[in-house]
């Protein structure tokens, strides 16, 4: 009985924590954080103006650098480290201009952002007919990124119930701090890798998505990205008129 009662909590504990590793992922990655709760949603509206205020600083210094590269005395012109620290203090708020609260978030969105400004592609609506394409490797390593992504998510749920044991037993503290430390670079890294492989697979397979699509031949950009586009969106149904 003991040992079925110990097996029980254990089963326990494992759906509990990729239950709170579910919710720890959504608040990570943050995609739909505008229909968040009011007071929630206006407290994390303000986080992202803040951020957004920080990258554009951020991203002001960078280009005033890269202007002084440009000066016609050397002795005038910045070392290349000081441009490198400043595309680096930009990064480390978010790859591209934020969009959410939090850095995953943000890195996998910026996937998308750059997809609709280089080849005016829509990853939302492309990426389900793009998948069925892709070759069966490439499937695999989008198949285990995302996993890894899951996996820190639920090393964070883990983090949440050492921290709710904490009361009873005060060791699970340092230890849940501990998850939340691994937890958040693991996140880091799998968001990243996952976002860089949902980039790269757009931009090396559109051209066969096209393709299947019977679209002509064309290069990676705009124009094959709108023409794929055009062919995969649903036309608005007409309205009838008022009888």
Known sequence: MLLAAILAGAAASGLAAQSLGSVVERAALAAGWQAWPWLF???VERYVARRQRRWDAAQAEYEAL???ELAPRPADRPGPRERHRAAHRRERIAVERPERPTWSGDRIHAAAVRLDRDAHANLLILW????LVLPEEIRGEI??????LTRAAVLGGWA???LALAWWWWPAAPL???????S????RAASDTYATLLEASVRLHLADLADKLRIEE???GPLLGGAVMRRLSSPVPATEPAS
């Open 143 to 148: 198949g285990r990124a995302r996993t890894a």
């Open 218 to 220: 064309q290069s990676m």
């Open 176 to 182: 849940a701090a501990t998850l939340v430390v691994i």
């Open 160 to 162: 949440l119930l050492y």
């Open 184 to 187: 958040a670079r693991r996140l």
């Open 128 to 131: 389900p007919h793009l998948w």
């Open 66 to 68: 890269r202007l002084l």
């Open 41 to 43: 949603g206006a407290l």
